[in-house]
């Protein structure tokens, strides 16, 4: 980079890059995580139900004595687990470069920062399986996943509704690092977030119990 930059500078002029940071790096992983990470989660278990519904694998295992309960909370889980080694997977990679390349360099609050990106992908799977028993569709699931982001988005326009906003959860990791943003101002995002993870997978057995495949 050096030598790119010095066959580009002309006489008299000089560049400074910034020295890179610990900081700069964790910057990079919860973007990539929480943008990345959770848009191809998403599109990933879109089809968590309509596929099988689709090809009547699901439908078949249901006559034999299956308990859609067990459906809803067996995906539930399969995802929940997917998600958990995946983050713990990127954020193991990403520790052992981070204290390898600034072993001098210490971040605030990184244990609870990645757990709020934990739960917020909890959060959101919760939501993509109740929507996919709702729609029984991948992109009645895409949609209905995308709108309830678009309205915890909304929602966290208001000052008092932000600290009990799920989305907060993910929002202010930044801030969490940096240690800007106390680790108390976000209690109420993941009680509330817990507490909706838990109600829309009761949703979804309760709907899917009843619901006429």
Not at 1 to 13: K, N, R, Y
Not at 29 to 57: C, D, H, P, W, Y
Not at 66 to 94: D, E, P, Q
Not at 139 to 167: E, F, K, M, Q, S
Request: proline share 3%; charged share 10%; net charge positive.
């Amino acid at each position: 980079m050096p030598e790119i930059l010095g066959s580009l500078v002309a006489d008299g002029i000089t560049i400074t890059m910034p020295k890179a940071t610990a900081y700069d790096a964790w910057t990079q992983f919860f973007k990539n995580a929480t943008q990345m990470g959770l848009i191809l989660t998403v599109i990933l278990f879109s089809g968590v139900l309509s596929s099988e519904l689709s090809r009547g694998t699901l439908v078949i295992l249901l006559t034999k004595g299956l308990s859609r309960t067990a459906v809803i909370l067996a995906k539930y889980t399969c995802m929940a687990l997917l998600w958990t080694a995946s983050i713990a997977l990127c954020f193991g990679l990403t520790y052992v470069y981070t204290h390898y390349l600034f072993p001098a360099d210490k971040v605030s609050n990184l244990p609870f920062s990645v757990f709020c990106l934990w739960l917020f992908g909890m959060f959101l799977l919760a939501v993509l399986l109740l929507s996919a028993v709702l729609t029984k569709s991948s992109y009645g699931c895409l949609l209905l996943t995308g709108a309830a982001v678009v309205a915890c988005l909304l929602v966290n326009i208001i000052p008092a509704a932000h600290r009990y906003n799920p989305i907060s959860l993910v929002t202010d990791e930044l801030g969490l690092i940096k240690n800007t943003i106390a680790v108390s101002s976000l209690f109420g995002a993941v009680f509330i977030a817990f507490l909706l993870a838990l109600l829309f997978v009761s949703l979804a057995v309760l709907i899917f119990r009843k619901k006429q495949l």
